[in-house]
């Protein structure tokens, strides 16, 4: 962050121009509409005055900016987007998030472009009420699937549920379950992975079990079936976790040699070869989570919710055992 006041003194130069033009040319990493949205909340002072956007300057005149603009809250907006809603009352409800849906817009988003097409844009327009304690941006939000998952997720209606919700996902009593369909076989049917999982310093969009400060992480995964086909071998694996780190199941799987299929920002292959065969490429990853074990925040009632494959990847998978 700059050190703020910031003081520019225009120069013979700068004379007729305007003071948002100047301003936006002699400030190189900031945008004319931030320019002309601090002036519009006089922070930005000529001569120690508030003055307009549209002001021609003399040449002489001292400029002091004196802080950044008061962006407006993050909000998410309802949109009318189908859902497929496993389980509803009171207290929660169990959605079948498609791939490709983000749960919720980044926190750089805005009401435009970027905060379209959300799981939580359709549960606004879905449900009357949701957990206010994600923030007005992530309302209900009480986990979270990638964008390329599909399967189950918790959605929270009531503040007492959501926190209720969280304490059961922070002691480890939520249990999940996914279907993956990793490249190779891997050489033992059961496996537990406890590597710790960080940020990776080069490619902030990846995380990495090679970094420094890593968090715990722990994966379990059980062999299902072993297929062997004209494109390669594969391995279809039930995976449970533990922990909920950012890309996890993913970036363990790829850190033991077996990335999962479609998964190629963690090495899987963008296209499908064999000796004497080709097959078309997934558009996502072969990563469902299908079951959802928990207590029900109110009553402590068990609730077990599944989700089958969705029919692109049962297709993909009938396609390799041909």
Not at 65 to 94: C, H, K, N, S, T
Not at 120 to 144: D, K, M, T, W, Y
Not at 207 to 230: L, Q, W
Not at 260 to 265: A, H
């Amino acid at each position: 962050m700059p050190d703020y006041p910031i003081t520019l003194i225009a120069s013979s130069d700068d004379a007729a121009k305007r003071l948002d033009q100047l301003l936006a040319a002699k400030l190189s990493d900031t945008s004319r509409a931030r320019i002309q949205q601090l002036i519009a909340e006089e922070k930005i002072l000529v001569n120690e005055a508030p003055a307009k956007a549209s002001l021609r300057l003399r040449g002489g005149e001292t400029i002091s900016i004196l802080g950044e603009p008061q962006l407006p809250p993050l909000r998410a907006i309802p949109e009318a987007i189908p859902l497929d809603i496993v389980y509803e009352d009171a207290d929660l409800a169990v959605i079948n998030k498609p791939a490709g849906m983000m749960v919720h817009a980044g926190a750089g988003a805005t009401e435009s472009a970027r905060n379209q097409g959300t799981l939580v844009n359709a549960l606004l327009h879905h449900f009357n009420q949701l957990s206010s304690v994600g923030g007005e941006l992530r309302p209900g939000i009480v986990h979270r699937l990638d964008k390329e998952t599909s399967g189950l997720i918790l959605v929270a209606k009531n503040d007492e549920s959501h926190r209720r919700l969280a304490t059961q996902f922070s002691k480890r009593e939520v249990k999940k379950t996914y279907i993956a369909l990793v490249h190779g076989w891997p050489k033992q049917d059961h496996t537990t992975i406890r590597t710790p999982i960080a940020r990776d310093d080069v490619r902030r969009t990846r995380m990495t079990t090679r970094g420094h400060a890593g968090r715990e992480a722990i994966t379990h995964y059980t062999v299902t079936r072993r297929i062997e086909s004209p494109v390669g071998k594969f391995a279809l694996l039930e995976v449970k976790i533990d922990t909920g780190r950012t890309h996890q199941i993913r970036v363990h799987l790829s850190s033991i040699g077996y990335p999962i299929v479609g998964d190629s920002l963690y090495g899987a292959p963008r296209e499908l070869h064999g000796k004497n065969a080709t097959l078309a490429p997934l558009s996502r990853n072969f990563l469902h989570a299908a079951r959802l074990q928990l207590a029900h925040p109110r009553t402590g009632e068990p609730l077990d919710f599944s989700a089958a494959l969705p029919p692109e990847l049962q297709s993909f998978l009938t396609k390799l055992e041909k």
